[in-house]
């Protein structure tokens, strides 16, 4: 698996560099993940924060450049977190499982896929056992998301855009689509539907999330007609209305605006007509409350509790 870091080939860009000679490709990431932050997680779906919370891990850096990304601290700026070794990132996995987190959420894995399984294995051997969360863009490569099975009970993807024009622009990803249609099928392919426990917590399965853009620049509903017709209708989804503009799409012309109410009813219909059924919802207003903030003094390390 650390193989494709040479002449890096893990994520749709194919960057080509040796980063495991710590050369630098678009995701600014060498041979070490950067830990920016970790806490207990209360405000993911119902399925994941569950009574106890999700054990989230975010990653610095990425491999998209989202306008209007709400951690672009972390995922664009230089308050990437510290480089950070396998067995490091391990001894936070089992400092969470014992703070009782119901799993292992890592946020923002896909450019160091190679570098979570490693940690993943340290961890494992050292008694970790809860579920390992895969919370990721979508923007993946088929070959690495095939060499992470074993690794990942739940992928939890994005699936952002449903045209490559709106990816292009908002995300400066070329090709987002085709990448992120076959990565949520495989990913499917993997771990299947979402399976729940019998206090209503995720085990094991998929969950796709999509979060509604001002002046339909997601495609919504191109996103809704393919997960019912390539991953069926019992997919689990949340529907996400958090939006609010923030770094570069503050006074964009088409992002600096919160979703209207009529856009969100919109896709909500949608997705009644089409039989999604299964999955959660957001309140309109709910882009009040997804503000992390990942500077150094918001809520003693904890993005959400600032």
């Not at 600014?28 to 806490?39: D, E, Y």
């Not at 094991?204 to 001002?214: D, E, N, Q, Y």
């Not at 919160?258 to 969100?264: F, I, L, S």
């Given at each position: 698996?650390?193989?494709?870091l040479?002449?890096?080939?893990?994520?749709?860009?194919?960057?080509g560099?040796?980063?495991?000679?710590?050369?630098?490709?678009?995701?600014r990431?060498?041979?070490?993940?950067?830990?920016?932050?970790?806490c207990?997680?209360h405000g993911?779906?119902?399925a994941?924060?569950?009574?106890?919370?999700?054990?989230t891990i975010f990653?610095?850096?990425?491999?998209?450049?989202c306008?209007?990304?709400?951690?672009?601290?972390?995922s664009?700026?230089?308050?990437?977190g510290e480089?950070t070794?396998?067995?490091?990132?391990?001894?936070?996995?089992?400092?969470?499982?014992r703070?009782?987190?119901?799993?292992?959420?890592?946020?923002s894995?896909?450019h160091v896929?190679?570098?979570?399984?490693?940690a993943?294995?340290?961890?494992?051997?050292?008694?970790?056992?809860?579920?390992?969360?895969?919370?990721?863009n979508?923007?993946?490569?088929?070959?690495?998301?095939?060499?992470?099975?074993g690794?990942?009970?739940?992928?939890?993807?994005?699936?952002?855009y449903?045209?490559d024009?709106s990816?292009?622009?908002?995300?400066?990803?070329?090709g987002y689509v085709?990448a992120?249609?076959?990565?949520?099928?495989?990913?499917?392919?993997?771990?299947?539907?979402?399976?729940l426990?019998?206090?209503?917590v995720?085990?094991?399965?998929?969950?796709?999330?999509?979060?509604?853009?001002?002046?339909?620049l997601?495609?919504?509903?191109?996103?809704?007609?393919?997960?019912?017709?390539?991953?069926?209708s019992?997919?689990?989804?949340?529907?996400?209305?958090?939006?609010?503009?923030?770094?570069?799409?503050?006074?964009?012309?088409?992002?600096?605006?919160?979703?209207?109410?009529?856009?969100?009813?919109?896709?909500l219909?949608?997705?009644?007509?089409?039989?999604?059924?299964?999955g959660?919802i957001?309140?309109?207003?709910s882009?009040?409350y997804?503000?992390?903030?990942?500077?150094?003094?918001?809520?003693?390390?904890?993005?959400?509790?600032?």
């Amino acid at each position: 698996m650390l193989a494709l870091l040479e002449g890096c080939r893990i994520c749709p860009r194919n960057c080509g560099v040796n980063r495991l000679k710590d050369e630098r490709g678009f995701c600014r990431t060498g041979r070490l993940a950067h830990v920016a932050s970790h806490c207990v997680h209360h405000g993911e779906e119902p399925a994941i924060s569950g009574s106890r919370g999700s054990g989230t891990i975010f990653f610095g850096n990425c491999n998209l450049r989202c306008l209007f990304c709400q951690n672009r601290q972390i995922s664009q700026g230089n308050d990437t977190g510290e480089e950070t070794g396998p067995w490091e990132i391990a001894d936070i996995m089992l400092e969470l499982q014992r703070k009782g987190c119901h799993n292992i959420n890592f946020v923002s894995p896909t450019h160091v896929a190679p570098q979570m399984a490693e940690a993943i294995v340290a961890a494992a051997r050292r008694g970790l056992r809860i579920p390992i969360v895969y919370n990721s863009n979508g923007y993946e490569s088929v070959e690495m998301l095939r060499l992470l099975r074993g690794f990942v009970d739940i992928y939890m993807p994005d699936m952002k855009y449903g045209d490559d024009e709106s990816a292009e622009l908002c995300s400066f990803a070329p090709g987002y689509v085709y990448a992120a249609e076959a990565a949520l099928v495989e990913m499917k392919r993997a771990v299947g539907h979402l399976t729940l426990d019998g206090m209503g917590v995720a085990v094991r399965g998929l969950l796709v999330r999509h979060l509604v853009l001002p002046n339909d620049l997601a495609g919504s509903g191109s996103v809704l007609k393919f997960i019912r017709r390539a991953l069926g209708s019992n997919t689990a989804i949340s529907l996400m209305s958090q939006y609010f503009p923030c770094h570069k799409a503050v006074g964009h012309p088409l992002l600096g605006r919160p979703v209207r109410a009529g856009e969100y009813a919109r896709v909500l219909d949608e997705t009644d007509r089409l039989g999604l059924e299964n999955g959660w919802i957001q309140e309109l207003q709910s882009s009040a409350y997804y503000r992390p903030d990942f500077g150094a003094d918001s809520g003693n390390g904890h993005p959400f509790e600032g």
